[in-house]
T-cell receptor
Framework: AQTVTQSQPEMSVQEAETVTLSCTYD???????LFWYKQPPSRQMILVIR??????QNATENRFSVNFQKAAKSFSLKISDSQLGDAAMYFC??????????????FGQGTTLQVKP | DSGVTQTPKHLITATGQRVTLRCSPR?????VYWYQQSLDQGLQFLIQ???????AKGNILERFSAQQFPDLHSELNLSSLELGDSALYFC?????????????FGPGTRLTVL
């Protein structure tokens, strides 16, 4: 069974600083996608960034970037120049489309990020 | 605004009752997913429909059922409700049925079972 683990229940960062959220996953599949979703206090789930497993280049979206280490099955999210609006719960998610043949997402437990002014 | 709508936003009911949650996907999206977010279980996939057909099933209880209608909206039916069914239920939609396609989430329905 595939699992996603976020070992940091809570993190905090000073405004304008950089923070890294960790995520590890377990799978025997070779074809999969990884995602980071943000859930602010409004509870809306917002896609932050995604990474295709077959791509060696790490994905980047403005201030958000990932460090994808396929051999180590690690997928961390780096937030640069943190802003107050980044405060939220962040979920790492996995989809193995190779064998499961669906788009269902498997989520980690989440990391609550606090941004201090 | 993701373009996915869910009704109602909040639902308070009693144990043993039955409720229906409704989801309208983004225009053009054929795939609908249902997820449950609870304090003890986290975010869990329940079921997926694609163009009216069930595509995948997760840890969905037998008391729960869903369907997708010809106009592509979906309903999640929860029956014989228990206290432990209290959770936030999300609907998400995507164009296709498989992994790389981005899923857009609705605002969720908060279910409270008393």
């Amino acid at each position: 069974a595939q699992t996603v683990t976020q070992s940091q229940p809570e993190m905090s960062v000073q405004e304008a600083e950089t923070v890294t959220l960790s995520c590890t996953y377990d799978t025997s599949e070779s074809d999969y996608y990884l995602f980071w979703y943000k859930q602010p206090p409004s509870r809306q789930m917002i896609l932050v960034i995604r990474q295709e497993a077959y791509k060696q280049q790490n994905a980047t979206e403005n201030r958000f970037s990932v460090n994808f280490q396929k051999a180590a099955k690690s997928f961390s999210l780096k937030i640069s120049d943190s802003q107050l609006g980044d405060a939220a719960m962040y979920f790492c998610a996995f989809n193995s489309y190779g064998s499961s043949n669906t788009g269902k997402l498997i989520f980690g437990q989440g990391t609550t990020l606090q941004v201090k002014p | 605004d993701s373009g996915v709508t869910q009704t109602p936003k909040h639902l308070i009911t009693a144990t043993g009752q039955r409720v229906t949650l409704r989801c309208s996907p983004r225009s053009g999206d054929l795939s609908v997913y249902w997820y449950q977010q609870s304090l003890d279980q986290g975010l869990q996939f329940l079921i997926q429909y694609y163009n009216g057909e069930e595509r995948a099933k997760g840890n969905i209880l037998e008391r729960f059922s869903a369907q997708q209608f010809p106009d592509l909206h979906s309903e999640l039916n929860l029956s014989s409700l228990e206290l432990g069914d209290s959770a936030l239920y999300f609907c998400a939609s995507s164009v296709e049925w498989w992994g790389p396609d981005t899923q857009y989430f609705g605002p969720g329905t908060r279910l409270t079972v008393l």
